[in-house]
């Protein structure tokens, strides 16, 4: 079975520009979720969803920051605009149901911020 | 205090040596308790998941739970080179969120 994908897997752009990362959670899990690892502050949760309404954002950094999942195959996370402190890496999981499960988790997107 | 402590080391350890990973939690209303294994550049994996107090073993590994001090462990058996990660606890109660540590580099020396 395909695992969780993300894209692209690397994204290098300049101060102040749009960037859209993609999820495609493993078919038939409900609950889907945002993270962003640092050196510094370790792996956060930034925002969850559960069969396809975001049901905690409060990890969301600021208004720049936005997720949509339109359909159960698909979520965007935006960062608008974007800033030199948003490099990260930001990985997409899925779990069957809660959030309390384990969740199985893509390769992330590397994202470098000029 | 954080939810969630885990010493990140790094860790250097000679192949065939018996490996303890620990991490320590606050909120005795946790209950659910995972290891995640993460290579280099990947996204990090499920190893073990027990949701006890006790031990369960999977192969060389071993994850240990004390609910009454607060500490989970993993064992690794026979450490091989290919071992070689970060290994981050992850914590839960029921309907709450996964709380991760800080993660543990581990190098397995030849």
């Known amino acids: 079975d395909a695992g969780v994908i993300q894209s692209p897997r690397h994204e290098v752009t300049e101060m102040g520009q749009e960037v859209t990362l993609r999820c495609k959670p493993i078919?038939?899990?409900?609950?889907l979720f945002w993270y962003r690892q640092t050196m510094m502050r370790g792996l956060e949760l930034l925002i969850y969803f559960n069969n396809n309404v975001p049901i905690d954002d409060s990890g969301m950094p600021e208004d720049r920051f936005s997720a949509k999942m339109p359909n159960a195959s698909f979520s965007t996370l935006k960062i608008q605009p974007s800033e030199p402190r948003d490099s990260a890496v930001y990985f997409c999981?899925?779990?069957?149901?809660?959030?309390?499960?384990?969740?199985?988790f893509g390769d992330g997107t590397r994202l470098s911020i000029l | 205090q954080k939810e969630v402590e885990q010493d990140p080391g790094p860790l250097s350890v000679p192949e065939g040596a018996i490996v303890s990973l620990n991490c320590t939690y606050s909120?005795?209303?946790?209950?659910?308790f995972m290891w995640y294994r993460q290579y280099s550049r990947k996204g990090p994996e499920l190893l073990m998941y027990?949701?006890?107090?006790g031990n369960k073993e999977d192969g060389r590994f071993t994850a240990q739970v004390d609910k009454s001090s607060k500490y989970i462990s993993l064992f690794i058996r026979d450490s091989q080179p290919s071992d070689s990660a970060t290994y981050l606890c992850?914590?839960?109660?029921?309907?709450?969120?996964?709380?991760f540590g800080q993660g543990t580099e581990l190098s397995v020396k030849p």
């Open positions: 992850a914590i839960s109660n029921q309907g709450g969120k996964l709380i």
């Open positions: 999981a899925s779990s069957p149901d809660r959030a309390d499960q384990p969740q199985h």
């Open positions: 909120n005795s209303a946790f209950q659910y």
């Open positions: 078919s038939g899990h409900n609950s």
């Open positions: 027990t949701y006890s107090s």
